[in-house]
């Protein structure tokens, strides 16, 4: 498998509390997320917003660099390179009390997890022969069974004529 071509997408992530006292002290986070390259940024107090963001770009991204690429094989491509989305929305919540528990430790943690998905994903999105099937492909499949069918049973009629003519 050759390497193509290398794209990368930052994000800078910020979080802040706000401690409201009255008769029980609240304290609320508050998030911030903004992607490097494009300047695009969002707030948020749910982390599933700010995963979403980071999705929306780094698929943006991947489309830019399969847009040589059929409609049907980029779907294939994002779906086999976001699987890492399944994960993430399992751990998401802890995740994020872990950093805020100990920030060197995740940052330190994040970086590896990265960089092994980086790799990962890169090896996955350059092996363009293996797709999994979406709804068309199963048409198409459906369509040619049902055509291959007619055609056997054109041949059976065909056979029978000349058993027939033979007796």
Do not use: C
């Amino acid at each position: 498998m050759n390497k193509i071509q290398k794209n990368t997408s930052s994000f800078m992530l910020r979080f802040s509390q706000n401690v409201y006292e009255g008769e029980e002290t609240e304290i609320q986070w508050r998030g911030h997320i903004s992607h490097v390259q494009s300047g695009d940024e969002i707030k948020f107090s749910e982390v599933n917003d700010a995963l979403l963001f980071i999705q929306n770009k780094l698929k943006d991204m991947t489309l830019d660099a399969t847009s040589d690429k059929s409609e049907q094989e980029q779907e294939g491509l994002l779906q086999k390179s976001f699987y890492i989305w399944n994960k993430l929305a399992l751990g998401g919540p802890k995740f994020v009390v872990d950093t805020i528990k100990n920030p060197k430790k995740q940052v330190a943690e994040i970086q590896n997890q990265l960089s092994n998905i980086g790799e990962e994903i890169g090896n996955r999105v350059t092996n363009v022969e293996w797709r999994p099937s979406n709804l068309s492909d199963i048409m198409r499949l459906e369509e040619s069974i049902k055509a291959l069918t007619n055609q056997l049973e054109k041949l059976d009629k065909k056979v029978d004529k000349i058993a027939k003519s033979k007796k």
